[in-house]
C-alpha cells in the first residue's frame, strides 16, 4: 500500500513532471528575465517566483498527502492492536485492503488502496487525488495555469521584442555576449518553450475546465471516465472489453453484513419507538378523559351532597 506519491515505485510522469519544472524554470530565471531591463526584469521575476513559490509548497502537499480512507488505517491499526473496529459504521467491506470501508471509497490500483471520495489517481504527482486533497490539487492547477501563461506570456514578449524592438536584442547582446549565432540558438530555445508551455497551458486549461463542470454537475473525475466508456461499451461489444482493463473491474467489495443488519435494527427500532410514541400519546388522551370524567363526577357528588344539607336543614 502507498501511503503517498513520495513512496515507491516513482511513476516515470512523476519523474518528468520534476523535470520540466526544473527545465521550464532554469530557462525562464536563466535566459528570459535577462533579456528585459532590469527594472521590468526585477518585476517580471518578483511576481514568477511569487507563484512558483506557491506551485512547489502545493506540489509537495498534494503528492504527501495520504488520502487513504481512514477506515482503512483504522482496520489496519485494529489488525496490528489485534482489536475490533466499530464496523457497524461501513456499509462495504473491501478484500483487498481486507477492511471496512466508508461508502463513498474506491480501491486504486496503483496504490493499492482505498481512498475516500476517490477522485481520479494522478501520474503526474503518483498519488491518488480523492476528498482529503482535492482542494490542494485544484489549487495546484490553478497555480500552474498562472505560470505557464508566465512562461508563454514572457517568452512571446522577447520573441516579438527580438523582431520589433532593438532594445531586447541589445540587451542580449550585452549580457550574454551573444553572436547572431548564438541569437539564433536562443530564438529557438524560446520558440520551443513557447511552443511546449503553450500546449500544455491549453491542455491545463481544459482539465481546470473539465474540473469546474464536474463540481457544477456534482460528478468525480473516476465516474465522469466510467459514464464515458459505458456510453463507449454500449456501442460496440469489443470497446466493452477494452474498456474494463482499468479501475472499473476493480471493485473487489462485498456487502458489510453487521452494516445492514443493524441498519434493520435501526429501522425495526425507530419504528417501535414511533409505535410507542403514538402508543404514549394515546393513553396520555385516554388518561386526560378520565381524569376529566372523575372530576364531573366529584363536583356531581358534592352538589348533590350540599342539596341533601340543604334538605336536611329546611326539614328541620
Ligand atoms: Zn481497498
Ligand atoms: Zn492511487
Redesign the pocket.
Known amino acids: 500500500m502507498?501511503k503517498n506519491g513520495f513512496r515507491r515505485p516513482i511513476n516515470p510522469y512523476q519523474v518528468s513532471s520534476w523535470v520540466f519544472t526544473f527545465l521550464f524554470t532554469a530557462i525562464f530565471y536563466i535566459l528570459m528575465l535577462p533579456a528585459f531591463q532590469v527594472d521590468q526584469a526585477v518585476l517580471i521575476g518578483a511576481a514568477f517566483s511569487m507563484f512558483l513559490t506557491l506551485f512547489l509548497m502545493l506540489g509537495f502537499l498534494c503528492t504527501y498527502s495520504d488520502p487513504t480512507d481512514p477506515a482503512v488505517i483504522q482496520g489496519l491499526q485494529a489488525r496490528i492492536k489485534s482489536i475490533s473496529v466499530d464496523a457497524k459504521k461501513y456499509p462495504k467491506i473491501c478484500k483487498l485492503c481486507r477492511t471496512h470501508v466508508s461508502a463513498g471509497s474506491k480501491h486504486?490500483r496503483?496504490?493499492n488502496r482505498c481512498?475516500n471520495g476517490f477522485d481520479h489517481?494522478c501520474k503526474w504527482l503518483n498519488?491518488?487525488i480523492g476528498k482529503k486533497n482535492y482542494s490542494t490539487f485544484a489549487k495546484l492547477i490553478s497555480v500552474l495555469e498562472i505560470i505557464l501563461i508566465m512562461i508563454v506570456g514572457t517568452g512571446s514578449g522577447i520573441l516579438a521584442g527580438v523582431l520589433e524592438d532593438k532594445d531586447i536584442k541589445q540587451n542580449l547582446i550585452q549580457n550574454f555576449n551573444f553572436s547572431e549565432l548564438l541569437i539564433k540558438i536562443y530564438i529557438a530555445i524560446i520558440c520551443i518553450t513557447v511552443i511546449i508551455c503553450g500546449i500544455i497551458t491549453i491542455a491545463n486549461a481544459q482539465l481546470i475546465l473539465l474540473h469546474i463542470w464536474l463540481n457544477y454537475k456534482g460528478m468525480s473525475t473516476y465516474e465522469y471516465i466510467l459514464k464515458k466508456r459505458k456510453a463507449k461499451a454500449s456501442v460496440s461489444s469489443e470497446n466493452a472489453v477494452k474498456g474494463y482493463s482499468l479501475n472499473e473491474m476493480y471493485e473487489p467489495y462485498e456487502e458489510n453484513p453487521e452494516y445492514s443488519k443493524d441498519q434493520t435494527m435501526v429501522e425495526n427500532s425507530q419504528a417501535h419507538h414511533k409505535q410507542n410514541l403514538s402508543f404514549d400519546s394515546q393513553s396520555e388522551a385516554n388518561f386526560e378523559e378520565s381524569m376529566k370524567f372523575e372530576k364531573k363526577c366529584l363536583t356531581e357528588a358534592k352538589n348533590s351532597l350540599e342539596h341533601h344539607s340543604a334538605n336536611r336543614l329546611a326539614s328541620a
Open positions: 502507498r486504486c496503483f496504490c481512498v489517481h498519488n491518488c
